[in-house]
Every structure is written in C-alpha cells, then in structure tokens.
C-alpha cells in the first residue's frame, strides 16, 4: 500500500539488506536496549517488527516476546512501542496471543488497528482478533471486550508471521511449562504481602471472604486517633482484599484496585515464587470484590 512503510526484524538476523539498513539497525539496537531494561533475562527470545501505526512518519515498534517468563498456555505477549525522541515507551502491553500478527488497512482514532491470533487456554478453536486503538492504547486482552473477532478478513499486512520451526517448538514447551508452574498464593503470603506493604503498626487481621471466595480480606489498623474524652482512642482501620490468583490488592470498602511502585515490587517477587509468569497474570486478571455495575468505585 503506497505511503505504508513497513519492516521485520527477527532478533536472531544479522543481515539486512537494502538502502535502510543503517536506520533499520539503528532503530533494532534501541529496541533491544529498551527491552533490557524491560527484562534482563529475554536473551534473544523475541521478534520485532516496525509499522508507521498513526501515519506520523515514524514507525512504532511491535514486539512479540517468546521466552518462558512471557507464555503461557493461551500464547505469548506482544509489546507496543512508541518512539519518544531517542527511546521507546511501551504504550500497549498484549496479553495472550499468538502470531500471525497483521498491522490492518482501517483505522480508529487515527491509529491502525491490529490484529493477533488468539487460541489455547481453553479458548479452542482459534479465531483472529482486531484490536482497535482507543486514544490511549490498543486492548490488553485480546480475548476479551473491547477486542473483537473477525467475522472477515479485513485488509493488512502481516508484520510477524506464524512460528515455525525450533522457534516455534521452543515457544511451545515455554508455554507448556509456565502454564503448569502457578500456584494459587496462600492466605499467609497474602498476609505478608500486606503487611509488608502497609507496615500497619496495629497489624494485618484476616476477616471473612464477605461471599467473594477468590480473594482473601483482611483488616489493618493503621494507627489511633484520640476522642473526645482525654486518655480514649479509636484504632483507624482499613479494609483490603488480595486476589488468591494474581496478588492483585483491591480495597474491601469499594471497587477500587491499589497500585504504587513499593507494592508493584512486592507483588512481582510473591508471582516469581508461585511460578506465575508476565503473560499469565495477564490473562487471570479480574475486577475485583464489590466492582459489580452500580457499586461505588475508587478514585
């Protein structure tokens, strides 16, 4: 298609031929160099492919990870990137999905939509899924709303083919083992992962599951305040909920999940203990208790 520039670096190529080739490998080096810091231990174990996505001249980065830390039964994940000056930022992180993957013709909110393989983990026989761009990013999980399957297949360009050969065989049994690694996290882990988290100086309490039996409530004192009356004090309390599949840390009060740099970190070394890799969690995340339609929601 005229004005649609479009390339495909497989990370184990040293050759690339044609007029480009500086700027190409240029552009391949700084994807790698992002991808260290992103994850230290992808070695080689994974494919780029460059597409012009928004029509801006420059084209974002399409990266499918194939190691043991990013599959698991229902395919591998898919990394979007966009050039900031320089470097790349990761705009859309794919759960779940399988090549071929296709940069199509159409477009939404000015950005091409893409397209991704979506089979295993249940979900059988496969299907294509498109993932539209809404303005901020393109949909996390291909299995699920606001992704759709195609009924037709719509025009576009193959940017990442399907897996064949040692390649694909090596993805393969990754995916086999990761998908029968994970445990379920035990309620004293959860216990820790909050305490840990809040360092509440009353300390962590477990509570009953209030009927929702996927995760683990707890109740924290984090302190006291005087009332009224010299001498008398009422312990200031807070309420959360641990998914028993993830580790995801939801407030117990309303539908509101908590995320800061500090538990992040707690939570990726707890999900490394029980085997539960990148692309898994993906794939198990949930709404949390109390997020049914007309419960009141977080800030």
Known sequence: MRGFR????????????GSAQPAR????VSVRRFLEGFDSDLEDRFIVAFADLNGDGKAEA?????SNNWCGSGGCTTLVLMR??????LLTNISINRPPIRVLTRKSNGWRS???????????????????????????????IPARPL????????VIAQLTGSRASRAVEES???????REITDAEAHDLLQAFLNAPGGVEQSGDLGYKEFYFFMATIGHSPIGREGLYHANLEYYAVDRRTG????????????????????????????????????LRRPGPLCEPGMPRGK
């Open 6 to 17: 479009l390339f495909t670096i497989i990370a184990t190529v040293t050759m690339i031929l």
């Open 151 to 158: 009924v037709d297949r719509p025009q576009g360009q193959t």
């Open 114 to 144: 893409i397209a991704v393989w979506v089979q295993g983990g249940g979900i059988q026989p496969g299907y294509e899924a498109e993932l539209r761009f809404d303005g901020n990013g393109y949909p996390e999980n291909p299995s699920l």
């Open 176 to 182: 086999k083992q990761a998908s029968t690694e994970a």
């Open 248 to 283: 995801d840390v939801w407030s117990a009060v309303f539908c509101k999940r908590i995320a800061t740099p500090v538990l992040k970190k707690l939570q990726e070394a707890l999900r490394k203990r029980i085997g539960l890799t990148n692309a898994a969690y993906g794939a």
């Open 25 to 28: 490998d240029q552009a391949y």
């Open 62 to 66: 399409i990266v499918h990870l194939t």
């Open 84 to 89: 900031t000056g320089d470097a790349w930022r």
